[in-house]
T-cell receptor
Framework: AQSVAQPEDQVNVAEGNPLTVKCTYSVSGNPYLFWYVQYPNRGLQFLLKYITGDNLVKGSYGFEAEFNKSQTSFHLKKPSALVSDSALYFCAVRVSSGGYQKVTFGIGTKLQVIP | NAGVMQNPRHLVRRRGQEARLRCSPMKGHSHVYWYRQLPEEGLKFMVYLQKENIIDESGMPKERFSAEFPKEGPSILRIQQVVRGDSAAYFC??????????????FGPGTRLTVT
């Protein structure tokens, strides 16, 4: 069975500092990995995805993520945090299951950027 | 191109009543997914539907919950005889036809159900 772990319930970072939101996964096949962001009282918005190719993936709003196969990780990063980045971040993994692509989401990590 | 639409955005029901949540996928999308979000529990998969077919309902409670995606019209998530524990945010997502792993899901704004 596939699973995603986001080990930190909350991450606090000062504005202007680099941020990292951690994600590890467990799958039996090739992982297809996604990051989504959720602002208060809103639905999830797609940020970026890793399918194949370069391990460093660039996405929306200056975010990027690094796929590390040996550590089964897909950490989300940004060089300089903004207060407006404060939100709930979800990692997700997608694998084939019975002929379709099943998605499993992590529990979410709350990012708080402090002015 | 309008995004995924859900209505109502907020729904209040008394215990024992029925709740009907609607989801209109993005234009051209034929796959619909329903998720439930509870505080401290993240996003939980409920059901995956294609037009007129339920593909995977492994995340849906066996009783009181049902979902459909008819040939015409929105997808409906129906909760009969609601209980307080059903209070949550329910999100719908859609994706294009086909099973390509390239496709991310597009989420609606959610329906916040409160059972009193």
């Amino acid at each position: 069975a596939q699973s995603v772990a986001q080990p930190e319930d909350q991450v606090n970072v000062a504005e202007g500092n680099p941020l990292t939101v951690k994600c590890t996964y467990s799958v039996s096949g090739n992982p297809y990995l996604f990051w989504y962001v959720q602002y208060p009282n809103r639905g999830l918005q797609f940020l970026l995805k890793y399918i194949t190719g370069d391990n460093l993936v660039k996405g929306s709003y200056g975010f990027e993520a690094e796929f590390n196969k040996s550590q089964t990780s897909f950490h989300l990063k940004k060089p300089s945090a903004l207060v407006s980045d404060s939100a709930l971040y979800f990692c997700a993994v997608r694998v084939s299951s019975g002929g379709y692509q099943k998605v499993t989401f992590g529990i979410g990590t709350k990012l708080q950027v402090i002015p | 191109n309008a995004g995924v639409m859900q209505n109502p955005r907020h729904l209040v029901r008394r215990r024992g009543q029925e709740a009907r949540l609607r989801c209109s996928p993005m234009k051209g999308h034929s796959h619909v997914y329903w998720y439930r979000q509870l505080p401290e529990e993240g996003l939980k998969f409920m059901v995956y539907l294609q037009k007129e077919n339920i593909i995977d309902e492994s995340g849906m409670p066996k009783e009181r919950f049902s979902a459909e995606f008819p040939k015409e019209g929105p997808s409906i998530l129906r909760i009969q005889q609601v209980v307080r524990g059903d209070s949550a945010a329910y999100f719908c997502a859609s994706s294009p036809p086909g099973t390509s792993v390239l496709y991310e899901q597009y989420f609606g704004p959610g329906t916040r159900l409160t059972v009193t």
